[in-house]
């Protein structure tokens, strides 16, 4: 029956004369063709059928995808890839949608069964128009869109009305796409704690866990993927306050896995949120007075469906995240790609002496300037302002006076150019302080409760949240703009916190603002305050809403335990490579090479004035003189054999090979292993390689391939002056003695060496 209804579409589509797709008679004759040729072999029709009766059924056609909706739910019943006629299925037949309401009178939130009341259809398009209802009174109006261009399908909220008396919420989709383990090789992929994958006859029954602070949102990476029989498809939920659903129901052989969404309309003021008041702290919930926030961002997600050429390989997640990497916006700024960057931690109040004073900043400055060879190195300083970290803000109008002043500082950011270092401020515009001289209480935003957001004592004073979208409309741009003219800020700052909560509501009922104004009016516009006056913002967590804005965050998180068994793929590095810098920051001085070299991680610690300097020559060694080449190359491949894997990056002979079990990893350029996990002998540049080690021993390197080996020379570095090294040679296999610790730099010539 399946046969024969699809059949009759594609014949019934060749008599069209108005084509909106753009098909002519002749394409739809070779792809009926090509279907007849399919089904005699069983190809096209070998999945079962979804048991949706034909009259219930409107179709979206492209030349390559056919999407059938079911006309009494408005959701997917099934995705047809036409070249190879494999199926991906939609929602359970007959399950309606949700919408979650709010009636003001009496006051309550209620889940709401709802079905179309209307369809319009075009070929590409169809909008289902559903009239939900609250104790039978008409309660809001919405469209749900769908829209087919070649393989890529757009769900869309659109023409919400909501009517007097009520407020729309949100609607639950939470199996827009399924696959099911009889299907051939199914398996599942997600991004947003790193990557992982798991096949579905393997898989855990469980669901994507929620964020602490978001809840459904995936604010890191936001794709999830499924598979099977060589096909894939990829959803990216690109609405910043919309949920991303996946999870996996069932037992063997009969699991289920299903890709859906939350679309967001208003944030629900009756739900309690975790506002970062520490472990332990109650939530903060909505009562009768707390505004459902409007989100201000149209609701969105998108779903592209991949499938190989005829005669193609298998495709597999890897090919799902080239093409999310392929729209991804490139890296706004390359000042980072080459920068050893670290926080110095000067002061807080609760030291009883300062942790460095400037001039003890300059000498760890010139210490590191001699030690990695005039390398270029990007300096934050952290509690340069007032009393020391977090103190003062939101003024910024005072330098510690216990650790050089204002005089001090500037100095030290004048002589830091001579050692190719740039030093900037660590500021913050989501935290401020009673004490502080430019308190103001209008801009402090409100928790659902209403009363005003105290947040932590993260050095001796509750500190309270700002809401930065009335704070920017207000005293946040004189700020900018005093920041880069008092402190001659030199093209670069650090602005903490204020990517690592792209969504913060605030429920002020004077200036009420979702997370999406206040990331619009407030986050968004402190980047374009300090852009007026050349000044890039960098910030602490990776966030997808900043991908294409900003360009250096100071980490990305994760990776957590996979809740459907899965193990590791390097997905976000994958999609982000060429996006964004991010890094990691070992706790209490761990380094985790391992981790950071997997998924693609440069080395950002703070560093306290008294920290060794063996811990910053290991942080730049062993992190970021092979990750200044690995960022720039391309994910290509990746493969795993038990508790081995390869990643491939572009180019030939590159790649990283981790061995699991034991920790270790390899790393190899042009075909030559550059480093490991106690050593590096990896190029610096085009004319020097860096040798360094954590044990005594040789250590060898291979020179390039454009190098002569008769002019290499060698010298080992001292925070006063280098020392010659010798050099045992063969080929162009260069080996040197190595003591712990003790950098050596290898340089292509004797007049190479003389000018660094």
Known sequence: ???????????????????????????????????????????????????????????????????????????????????????????????????????????????VEIRPSSEKTTRSTADFRFQATCDSAPAANF????????????????EVQELPGFELISLSMPSLVSVHESDPNAWIAHADDGGDLVSLRDAKAGKLPLNTFWGEING?????????????CVQ????????????????????????????VHRVDGSACYDMNLGRGAPKSCGNNATPNLLVEQKSACRLDFLEPEAGGKALDWIDGAKLVRARMPAIPNHFYDDKFIYGIRVDEPKFPKPSATFERCEQIIRDMHA?????????????????????????????????????????????????????????????????????????????????????????GEESYIQGLAKYMEGPGPDRVRYTCERYKLPGTIHVDVLSYYAIRNDWDLKHPASGIRNLNAGRYRIMEEFAKHGVDVTSEGLRYP?????SMSWYAGGPKPCPFGGKPVPMLSMIYRRSAVWGRAGNAGELPLFLMTFYGEAQHSIFNGDASQERMLDSFY???????????????????????????????????????????????????????????FCPLGNDRIAMYAVHDGPLTATLPASWAPQEVTGAALFPDRKE?????????????????????????????????
């Open 724 to 756: 010659p090294v010798s050099l045992k040679q063969a080929g162009r296999e260069v080996t040197v003695t190595m003591q712990a610790r003790r950098p050596v730099m290898l340089y292509r010539s004797r007049s190479k060496a003389s000018t660094t």
């Open 622 to 680: 062993l992190t970021m003189v092979p990750w200044f080449r690995l960022h720039l190359l391309n994910i290509e491949g990746f493969q795993r054999t038990q508790d081995r894997t390869v990643t491939y990056l572009e180019g030939s002979g590159n790649a990283i090979e981790m061995d699991w079990q034991n920790q270790s990893y390899k790393v190899t350029l042009n075909g030559a292993e550059v480093a490991r996990k106690d050593a590096v």
């Open 1 to 111: 029956m399946l046969q024969d209804h699809l059949f009759r579409q594609m014949q019934g589509a060749t008599r069209m004369t108005d084509r909106p797709d753009g098909l002519s008679r002749r394409t739809l004759l070779k792809i009926s063709a090509a279907g007849m040729a399919m089904a005699k072999t069983g190809n096209l029709f070998s999945e079962p059928a979804v048991p949706v009766p034909a009259g219930r059924v409107t179709s979206l056609h492209s030349p390559h995808l056919v999407l059938q909706l079911d006309r009494t739910t408005g959701l997917p019943v099934s995705y047809r890839l036409l070249r190879s006629g494999k199926l991906y299925r939609g929602s359970a037949p007959s399950t309606p949608l949700k919408v979650r309401l709010f009636q003001r009178e009496p006051h309550a939130f209620s889940d």
């Open 143 to 158: 469209s749900l869109r769908y829209a087919i261009d070649g393989r890529r399908i757009q769900v869309t909220l659109e």
């Open 371 to 459: 030690l990695t060879d005039g390398s270029p190195q990007l300096v934050h300083l952290w509690g340069w302002q007032f009393r020391g970290k977090d103190t003062g803000y939101p003024a910024v109008n005072v330098v510690n006076e216990r650790i050089g002043g204002y005089d001090g500082m500037m100095r030290l950011m004048g002589r830091a150019k001579a050692l190719n270092t740039t030093v900037s401020l660590s500021d913050n515009y989501d935290d401020a302080y009673r004490s502080s001289p430019a308190w103001n209480e209008e801009m402090i935003a409100r928790k659902p409760d209403g009363e005003l957001w105290k947040s932590r004592e993260w050095t």
């Open 546 to 550: 900043f991908i294409g804005k900003m």
């Open 236 to 263: 990216e939920t690109t609405a910043f306050m919309d949920g991303t659903l996946l999870s996996v129901t069932g037992e063997a052989p009969a699991r289920v896995a299903s890709l859906g969404t939350t679309k």
């Open 220 to 232: 890191v990476l936001p794709v999830i993927m499924a598979g099977h029989s060589g096909t894939v």
